[in-house]
């Protein structure tokens, strides 16, 4: 754990979020299934895992808007069940789906949502302006919610969680659904929220949104947490420094499983490809010819989260 | 802690800010399209005035009431329309608006991620509904004391009764709206709405009913309303006014709660 | 035949919907006749036109009920398969023309108005208020009353974006037209403007048809007078229907 972290300016000890075997069932059904978290102020943390893990789950809790069903939750050192409304005054939430007012303008949609936190017109306006500007969509203000294209619905919904300046931000699946250039803009202004010393937690199941932002992270599977870490530390412990992608030109590609064995340390059999899990992949290709077994490409690319999540649930990320 | 400590006025006083800032949401959203549909709400009492009251009337000419007395057909079916009018502006603001930004615009699973509980988003919804109510009491009031149904200070002492009538009735109508399930299920409550209107002693006393139709009508919340309004209005105010009070307010009391209560069930999973 | 493809379509949600809608198309008008026919006509000496109350306002309420089931169906329905449900631009990119889709609603409207007005008269005779033998004449005339009100009403749900406007419409037209237009009282005792404005919209000439089919009195008009008037409603809605739909659909 004594991984250097530059991009972090203050983390420290103090637990804003604080899980102890947190559970969450409708029903029979356990979305989570007792969970262990602890978030320190000014961190990063994610929650990744594919969808029905139990992410949002876990974020309505820890927004006090679903009340957990076994276990220990304390959020800014209060119990969300006696302080909800308190805890709520200094959280800014996110959802998953944008549910932003259609019957109101951009601006409106800021400055509305400001007034339920108690903030007084004035600064609501003054903080619309700015937090408009910072999510780039100060020429759409007049503009009703319904026009805008997905990332700027998802952009003005960040900004309205931003409206009470809040110690913490909650974000479900920031980026799900949008196009490559409106994510890395939503990317770029988290990073710089960040940089300010927001502490942010979100779920995703994007590796390289959870590479990119987390400074620690959970992986979860069924409702319960799998692996935790650094994703370094991740790759690290669960992974190998390269992997090789192999296709075959033949429609079962778990033929070549067993002409491949011995070639890496590891290797996974995916219904369009092979994944070699080696620490050299210029070496597992020139090997993969020596056997010329033929392959209508090999690409060898660094270890991410998706092979960590792979090698942990058999299953990947994103179906 | 500290706040745990603070008289309970404080909170009381923090719940009805943010019950308001509920309120300032509606405010921001009224836009031109709006403004038409709240004449046609005034309209509307204005209306069946007319038709049934004057137009039906002319054919009834006068009618006898339950004290004795003889009046105008107009001047028994007023205050019944205005009864009517106050429940009817009440539901249809929280059933068919209220749902619709429950359901399908989500609007209060955005809002109840800030400190506002569902509770006072219930109170701050309700007294939105009846901000328009009031308008349109004090209005249709106006016009009946120019016509001469009643006179101006039973006008005065009927204008609060009609609005708490309206909170009643917004009160039992959010309760159901978190309930219902689909639109579908509003035809039922029009349904329902309709009938109340025209089983209510508002066209006629209820002595005209059939015995048993006539207890059965008695304990329907309209036919409160309109005793009470009416009572107001044309005859008098004594015992079986304050029984209709007190219903009323049994109505709003348990509407509300149930309808907070059902809100924190339903959006606070 | 391509109109009926476009009925079956609607009959497929009707058959979904149906009791909702049976309740509002019909027991309601029922209820009318019950609260309000029997209720007050106890209080209405002598009659109106030499008929007791509740006689005489049974067929208005037949009129009324085909008026209230048109507009039932032209309005949030219509408005929905354009803004909300893009149905009809699912049903524009089928090889269905233009017409073919009017032509199923209409179809589909004249199936809805038939079975209320159908049913109400069933039991208006069972309560002894039907009085003559050309009474099944009574349908067509909500036909036409149904067609004068639902073709432009279903041009005017196809032109606004928002359903605010279809509440005005209730409001400002739909409401005072059904209390104004002598289903309650005559329009005779309607200050001359408004017995003008009565003239002028279609239901009252429906309620005087209706009237004259169902208790055998002439109607205050010659019954050609009447029809020509319903007619023009039902030419000009079937038009400004086609032209509205052309517009949305065709761009």
Known sequence: MSDPRPNVVRVSDESLVHARGLVKRFGDFAAVDGIDVDVRRGEAFGFLGPNGAGKSSTMRMVGCVSPPSAGVLRILGMDPARSGSRIRARLGVCPQVDNLDPELTVRENLTAYARFFGISRRVARQRAAELLDFVQLSDRASSRVEPLSGGMKRRLTIARSLVNEPEMVLLDEPTTGLDPQARHLVWERLFRLKQQGVTLVLTTHYMDEAEQLCDRLVVMDGGRIVAQGTPRELIERYSTREVVELRFPVPDQGAYGEKLAGVGERL?????????????????????????????????RRSSLEDVFLHLTGRTLVD | MVT??????????????RAGSMVERNVAALRSAYWIVMVGGFLEPLLYLFSIGVGVGALIGDIRIPDGRVVGYAEFVAPAMLAASAMSGALSETTFNFFGKMKFMRLYDAVL?????????????????MARGTVYAAAFLVVMTLMDLTSWPRALAAFPATVFVGFAFGALGMALSTFMRGWQEFDLIAAVQFALFLFSGTF????????????????TPLYRAVDLIRGICLTSFGAVQVVDLIYLCALFAGGLALAGRRMARLLLK | MAPWSVFEFHMVGYRRTWRGSALS??????????????????????????????DWIVPGLVASTAMQTAIGVSTWPVLSRFEWMKTYSALAASPLRLA????????????????????????????????SWWTPAALAVCALVGFAVGGPTTAYSAAVRSDSYLAILLRFAVLPMSLFSGVFFEVGALPAVLRWVAYALPLWHGVEL???????????????????????WVTAGIALTIRQFHRRLVY
Do not use: C, K, N
């Not at chain 1, 994944?275 to 020139?286: M, N, P, R, S, T």
């Not at chain 3, 159908?118 to 208006?124: D, N």
């Not at chain 3, 208790?215 to 319903?230: E, K, M, N, T």
């Open chain 2, 4 to 17: 745990l400590a603070l008289p309970r006025l404080l909170l009381a006083r923090d719940s009805a800010r």
């Open chain 2, 113 to 129: 991620a800030t400190p506002v509980r569902p509770m006072e988003v219930a109170a701050g919804e309700l007294i939105w509904a």
């Open chain 2, 204 to 219: 006629v006393p209820a002595q005209d009913y059939w015995p048993p139709l006539r207890m059965l009508v008695e304990i």
């Open chain 3, 100 to 131: 073919d889709i009017v032509a199923g609603d209409f179809l589909y409207l004249l199936f809805r108005v038939l079975v209320s007005a159908g049913a109400f008269l069933i039991v208006a005779a069972a309560f002894g208020a039907v009085h």
């Open chain 1, 268 to 300: 996974e059999v995916l219904p369009d490809r092979i994944l070699l899990y080696v620490a050299d992949g210029d070496e597992a290709v020139a090997e993969v010819h020596r056997r010329s077994l033929g392959p209508s490409s090999a690409l060898v």
């Open chain 3, 210 to 232: 209706s009237r004259a089919a169902m208790l055998g009195i002439a109607p205050h008009w010659p019954a050609a007078a009447h029809l020509a008037v319903l007619v023009s």
């Open chain 3, 25 to 54: 198309s019909f027991v309601l008008p029922l209820l009318t006749v019950l609260g309000f026919g029997v209720a007050v006509g106890a209080h209405v000496a002598g009659g109106v036109q030499g008929v007791p109350y509740l």
